[in-house]
């Protein structure tokens, strides 16, 4: 628990910076917080110690929370206020008022610097939240295509958002354990040991012991507020599925089964809650009880000092109220633990993210990619996913600079697979990609990407205008350059009926667009980046026969002088590739030409015959 402690606190960098305004600010509160309490002391003795006697103070005393002490202080001020030189200028009413002024001076004095201290915190916990959730997305963001095929994105979310809300006050809180509340409490005791050490003596005794009751109260609070934020991650993944299928679950009335999954989770989320809470609020009720308890001892015991006349009664009741004090920073200490042991358990959930390794990883050597004039080769390769079931056997083939290359087969047989090899989503297990002769592992990833495009069945295109979806791969691309994008895709006429032409929001997921027009400002976005290498995976198996002429069309357009891979079910469109795979259960079964592989009356042919194709 400690190590993860102490790596969140890595989170607040600046933490030293803001350390010692924090404390100067705390203790300043501190002190005049229980300068507030030992004002009770003079203001008692002048309304209610008949006795009492004015001598005028020309010297500064030496500061100090005794009864003696605060008078002489009081006497001082007096002197000089009201140029009183005897008993004779003294006026009790005068004294009220001044004694009221200090009082109020003090408070506000307190209150301004526990403002100040709560702002500094504020400030560290903001910084520290956008660096936590920063370094939280950049990790994701940054995984390998392989790491999400194991997470539910609902709970990655979970983790950016909640989890992060969990931490951020593990850390902020830790100034207040170090300084705040130990600082008030030991301002607290001093003016208490001031007035009576023997009464000093019973509240030192005392307050450990509350301390272990609530401490076993909270101990056990880290696994449930790990079960809880575990919980939610799988609550935000229903709520992100559901949303995102809402059309399936309408269409297959499943509403009843989406709300049952969903109601189930966030029972059992209520009921680990209600369990924490339970334990979180019995602390501060354990604590004041147990407070009221001692008070009641400190009654009988401070009782029979103030009859031996070893305590003055206004002391009494100073020490009374500051040890009512003493309990709220202590409760507020255990809080502040309580809340640290719950962020050490959402830690635990982010760390598990942050050390995710990925499987796909920069060689220390690798270089650029700058492109390549000869070929790309699939040399034996094999692969699996996940290391049991063999997906790729042993499967070679060449594409050459400037060829149109089609992928084809069975669904399931390893053609999108292959597709994402040569993006290297994934690291083969055997043989290897090469590019002139180059592995695939010799080059940075994102290089090597920066040279290709991928138009997929699939559209991903983002709650943004268009212009914004177009330029993704390009984000300095001018206008001309996204309008002439556009008209190469097809898509430059219907972007310019939409309500605000290239600014027009699409929603979520193009939610505005029908397919046709999602997969041309795909096209458009591929067409901009300009890709030496190109990869078609079923961009046009979704569309009607009207859109996907258009779509076919700036197809045609972008493939042109172009290395592409097309990925294919409708055959119509890869019929004049120069070569075609025939990719069946992992493995080449055929490849050749349109009227070769015809001629053949293979695996080809018959999937021509089915799907009538001439």
Known sequence: ???????????????????????????????????????????????????????????????SFSGEKLQLWVNYAYTYIFNANGPEDWNIGNVLMML????????????????????????????????????????????????????RKGDVMSRITSDVGAVQ??????????????????????????????????????????????????KKLRYPASQSMQRTGEMISVLDESLGGIKIVKTYTATEYIKEKFHDLNQTISNILYWMARRQLLASPMSEFLGITAVAVILIFGGSLVESNELSGAGFIAFIAAFSQITRPVRALIDQFSSINQGVAAGERLFAVLDA????????????????????????????????????HGVSFEVRKGETVALVGPSGGGKSTLSELMERFYDINQGDILFDGVSIRDFKQDSLRAAMSLVSQETVLFNDTIRSNIALGRTDATDEEIIAAAKVANAHNFITESPEGYDTNIGDRGAKLSGGQRQRLSIARAVLKNPEFLILDEATSALDTESEKL????????????????????????????????????????????????????????????????
């Open 1 to 63: 628990m400690f190590k993860i402690y102490m790596r969140l606190l890595g989170f607040a960098s600046s933490i030293k910076m803001y350390a010692v305004p924090y404390f100067i600010f705390s203790a300043l509160h501190a002190l005049f917080n229980t300068f507030n309490y030992a004002m009770i002391i003079p203001i008692l003795n002048t309304m209610f110690d008949k006795g009492f006697q004015f001598k005028p103070v020309y010297d500064m005393p030496e500061f």
């Open 100 to 151: 009221a002024i200090i009082l109020v001076a003090m408070n506000f004095c307190s209150n301004l610097f526990r403002f100040l201290g709560g702002y500094t915190v504020e400030k560290m916990r903001i910084e520290t939240i956008q660096r936590m959730r920063n370094a939280m997305f950049d990790s994701v963001i940054g995984k390998d295509v392989g790491y999400f095929s194991t997470q």
């Open 169 to 218: 006050y593990c850390i902020t809180n830790t100034l207040q354990v170090i300084f705040r509340e130990p600082l008030l409490i030991v301002g607290y005791l001093v003016l208490m040991v001031s007035i009576s050490w023997q009464l000093s003596v019973f509240s030192v005794l005392f307050l450990p012991m509350v301390g272990l009751i609530i401490g076993r109260i909270v």
């Open 357 to 392: 390794e990925n499987e796909v990883k920069d060689a220390p050597d690798a270089k650029d990619f700058e492109g390549f004039n000869d070929k790309i080769e699939f040399r034996n390769v094999h692969f699996s996913y996940d290391k049991s079931r063999e997906i790729i």
């Open 551 to 614: 779509v076919q069309d700036a197809l045609t357009k972008l493939l042109k002088g172009r290395t592409s891979v097309v990925i294919a079910h409708r055959l119509s469109t890869i019929m004049n590739a120069d070569r075609i795979f025939v990719i069946d259960e992992g493995r080449i079964v055929e490849e050749g030409k349109h009227e070769e592989l015809l001629a053949k009356g293979g695996v080809y042919a018959k999937l021509v015959e089915l799907q009538n194709v001439k």
